[in-house]
């Protein structure tokens, strides 16, 4: 017998367990399929995708991608989750997912993996007043201390620990875009982060958005899809393509990013 819940002596609340996890996550895979299954039999929309998306391409250019797609007619019947690069492979290879965004380039049997996009790692600072144009830093004349730092990927990571001493302590590490901001309240502190995030982020403070005169390597994002993918998402994977490269030259028009060919 399988426990899936389990509540401590004396505690109102109840927690699922390892096993009760792992359901959950089978549960929602088969509640897809069913309205997927549903919306065929019903004669509803034919056209379907799901797309696991990272969590600073939530914090940036997916808002404008979803809207299109939401939008789109015939209509496409959505299913958006969030997760990060590393399981991004194995959700495409299992067909959990019918695209996916990752920041890691590996090489995988069932997976085809194409460069969508790469744009420069900036600094945001809490200022008293935002500049009204992105000014240049340079590596040492940031405080370590006043530091939110996101370990971006393993390229980012050498190039700070050979800026800054890592056993210097920081303001505090996160692991999500959308954390930063609770962290960048006062004068002084910042953190290095896409450019895209950047300019969502900007608008929503007293931020001034820096270039680096020495950066770190662009972070490239790459499009993740199944080698062979089923015949009914063909159509969507096209229409999803079709926006995706809509919204990088609208979201990125005149600034320093380089879309690449989908």
Known sequence: ETTLLERGKGVKTIRLTPAGENFVAVAERWDLLY????????GGPRLSLSILVLDSIISSIFPAL?????????????????????????EVDRR?????????ERNHPNVMVSPCYSEPMVVLKVTPTPLAQPGLVHSTELDRNQEL???WSTS?????????????????????ARLLLLGLQKLGQWAVMPLSVALVSQKL???????????????????????QPKSS???????????????IKSEFEGLVVHPAKL
């Not at 959990?96 to 890691?104: G, K, P, T």
């Open 96 to 104: 959990h997912v019918n695209v996916a965004f990752s920041q890691l």
């Open 149 to 151: 730092y996101v370990r």
């Open 35 to 42: 309205r997927e299954t549903q919306a065929v039999l019903s």
């Open 233 to 247: 998402t063909i159509a969507s994977l096209k229409v999803f393509d079709h926006y995706l490269e809509q919204v």
């Open 156 to 176: 980012f990571q050498l190039w700070h620990d050979s800026r800054w001493d890592p056993a210097t302590p920081c303001l505090a590490q996160v692991d999500t």
């Open 66 to 90: 979803y809207n299109l797609l939401i939008h789109h007619e015939p209509k496409i019947q959505l299913n958006v989750v969030t997760s990060h690069s590393v399981e991004a492979y194995e």
């Open 205 to 227: 403070g007293n931020y001034s958005l820096f270039f680096l005169s020495d950066p770190p390597p662009d972070r490239i994002v790459y499009k993740l899809t199944h080698k």
